[in-house]
């Protein structure tokens, strides 16, 4: 049965119902440096906000008093990386040369209207960082510090910050990253833990679930600083990598069964969270919408080539399958520290988590990328393509006689 509160006898105010709670704000409490240089809450510009809904609350007060010493940056470089839009990477090295580094990135968010499905005419007011779903694919390595700079811009409507499942304390970074319009921040944590790790935005309460599922979410890949190995320490290497988010999508409906529109990014929260509550996606789709890896916009590779295919859910569980191929190499946990599987068929990438896996094409033509839910997958959207370019290998399978009627 669903809880009742009274909305009206809750000390609900704009910044609080902007985020959905301000539980992150225990964690920057033990970060009294960075908690020095945050504007007063009276400084924040005025935004547009969701309708009320009832919102549990924990709250902290951070200290204005440095509690910690500065980091020592001695003897690191500092590097740009250019993000790219999915499913493409950023250019780095699979073996890290020299000494580590800090590795400087910007991200802005953007609140745009998003087809979900051309067919139905679905959309959402999607949340996104760098205007894409999923996230840019960040790469650095084990040992490097990643210096993020993240910015609101004025136009948005609503707060974001960022946690980072890769990073160490402060909620993922989330404690410490809240922008409101207009904002920016810098963040900087130190790559601890090698592998592929999810990043999403967590303003607090049930902002989280509604930014995460409004496309807000993305990967970032943490390198060895000597590269990719197997389970006997022989280094593994590849030609590409295809970067796929999962996003499921909870479309409001109205009372014919149709898609709700919404005039601006926030208007549909209340419909949002009553859509998310049911825990049944309308879609799940790869890279924000139906079709966005198939058809023109299908992976490209050819035989010979090896494409770490990385994938993330920052929501669900999935079970990612390349149709007429395997995972040759998979980290189905995405940790890096420990030996990958080898030879699957299927993988299962946890909800909250991202994963990788190796493969070496050895046939021409289409693959079928799947959440191997079937249903998932060609039903709600949860299906990429690659077209493989090659000469094709009778030795690994032939059609032997081609369909005929059968002889009586």
Same mark, same amino acid.
């Given at each position: 049965?669903? %809880?009742?509160?009274?909305? &009206?006898?809750?000390?609900?105010?704009?910044?609080?119902? #902007?985020?959905?709670? +301000?539980?992150?704000?225990?964690a920057a409490?033990?970060?009294? @440096?960075?908690? @020095?240089?945050?504007?007063?809450?009276?400084?924040?510009?005025? *935004?547009?906000?969701?309708r009320?809904?009832?919102i549990?609350?924990?709250s902290?007060?951070?200290?204005?008093?440095?509690?910690?010493?500065?980091?020592?940056?001695?003897?690191y470089?500092?590097?740009?990386?250019?993000? *790219? $839009?999915?499913?493409?990477?950023p250019?780095?090295?699979?073996?890290?040369?020299?000494?580590?580094?800090?590795?400087?990135?910007?991200?802005?968010?953007?609140?745009?209207?998003?087809?979900?499905?051309? &067919?139905?005419?679905?959309s959402?007011?999607?949340?996104? !960082?760098?205007?894409s779903?999923?996230?840019?694919? +960040?790469i650095a390595?084990?040992?490097?510090?990643i210096?993020?700079?993240?910015?609101n811009p004025?136009?948005?409507q609503m707060?974001?910050?960022?946690?980072f499942?890769?990073?160490?304390?402060a909620l993922?970074?989330?404690?410490?990253? /809240?922008?409101y319009?207009?904002?920016?921040?810098?963040?900087?944590?130190?790559?601890?833990k090698?592998?592929?790790?999810?990043?999403?935005?967590a303003?607090?309460?049930?902002?989280i679930?509604?930014?995460v599922? /409004?496309?807000?979410n993305?990967a970032?890949?943490? #390198?060895?600083? =000597?590269?990719?190995?197997?389970? &006997?320490?022989?280094p593994?290497?590849?030609?590409?990598?295809?970067y +796929?988010?999962?996003?499921?999508? !909870?479309l409001?409906? =109205?009372? %014919?069964?149709?898609?709700k529109? !919404?005039?601006?990014?926030?208007d549909?929260?209340?419909?949002?969270? =009553?859509?998310?509550?049911?825990l049944?996606?309308?879609h799940?789709?790869?890279?924000?919408?139906?079709?966005?890896?198939?058809g023109?916009?299908?992976?490209?590779?050819k035989v010979?080539?090896?494409?770490?295919?990385?994938?993330?859910q920052?929501?669900?569980d999935?079970?990612?399958?390349?149709?007429?191929?395997?995972g =040759?190499?998979?980290?189905?946990?995405?940790?890096?520290?420990?030996?990958?599987?080898t030879?699957?068929?299927?993988?299962f990438?946890?909800?909250?988590? @991202?994963?990788?896996?190796? !493969?070496?094409?050895k046939?021409?033509?289409?693959y079928?990328y *799947?959440?191997h %839910?079937?249903?998932?997958a060609?039903?709600?959207?949860a299906?990429? /393509?690659?077209?493989?370019?090659?000469?094709?290998?009778?030795?690994? $399978?032939?059609q032997? *006689?081609?369909?005929?009627?059968? @002889?009586k």
């Amino acid at each position: 049965m669903r %809880n009742k509160f009274d909305i &009206d006898g809750l000390k609900l105010n704009r910044r609080n119902i #902007l985020r959905g709670g +301000i539980f992150a704000g225990a964690a920057a409490a033990t970060l009294g @440096a960075a908690a @020095a240089q945050a504007q007063p809450i009276a400084a924040r510009p005025k *935004v547009v906000t969701p309708r009320k809904l009832p919102i549990a609350h924990a709250s902290a007060t951070a200290s204005d008093k440095p509690k910690a010493k500065p980091a020592d940056l001695t003897g690191y470089t500092r590097v740009k990386q250019e993000l *790219v $839009m999915p499913p493409f990477a950023p250019k780095h090295e699979q073996v890290a040369t020299g000494g580590p580094k800090i590795v400087e990135i910007t991200m802005e968010t953007e609140e745009k209207l998003l087809t979900v499905d051309e &067919d139905t005419g679905a959309s959402i007011w999607a949340l996104t !960082y760098n205007g894409s779903v999923p996230g840019p694919l +960040i790469i650095a390595h084990e040992g490097d510090y990643i210096e993020l700079t993240l910015r609101n811009p004025a136009s948005s409507q609503m707060e974001h910050n960022i946690d980072f499942h890769a990073s160490t304390g402060a909620l993922g970074g989330g404690g410490l990253t /809240h922008v409101y319009p207009g904002e920016e921040t810098v963040l900087r944590f130190k790559a601890i833990k090698p592998g592929v790790f999810t990043y999403h935005c967590a303003p607090g309460g049930a902002m989280i679930p509604y930014h995460v599922t /409004h496309g807000m979410n993305g990967a970032i890949m943490i #390198l060895p600083r =000597d590269g990719l190995k197997d389970r &006997d320490g022989k280094p593994l290497r590849y030609d590409s990598i295809a970067y +796929i988010g999962e996003q499921d999508f !909870y479309l409001p409906r =109205d009372e %014919n069964g149709d898609y709700k529109t !919404y005039k601006t990014a926030g208007d549909d929260y209340a419909d949002s969270v =009553d859509a998310m509550r049911t825990l049944i996606p309308t879609h799940s789709v790869f890279n924000g919408s139906v079709g966005a890896l198939t058809g023109d916009h299908a992976l490209k590779a050819k035989v010979g080539e090896t494409v770490l295919m990385i994938h993330n859910q920052a929501n669900r569980d999935t079970r990612p399958h390349l149709i007429g191929g395997h995972g =040759d190499y998979v980290w189905e946990t995405g940790s890096f520290g420990d030996a990958p599987h080898t030879g699957m068929e299927t993988w299962f990438i946890r909800g909250g988590s @991202a994963g990788a896996a190796l !493969y070496t094409f050895k046939q021409p033509g289409v693959y079928a990328y *799947v959440n191997h %839910n079937l249903i998932e997958a060609a039903l709600l959207g949860a299906t990429a /393509h690659f077209v493989v370019e090659g000469a094709w290998d009778n030795n690994l $399978m032939e059609q032997v *006689v081609a369909p005929r009627p059968i @002889a009586k």
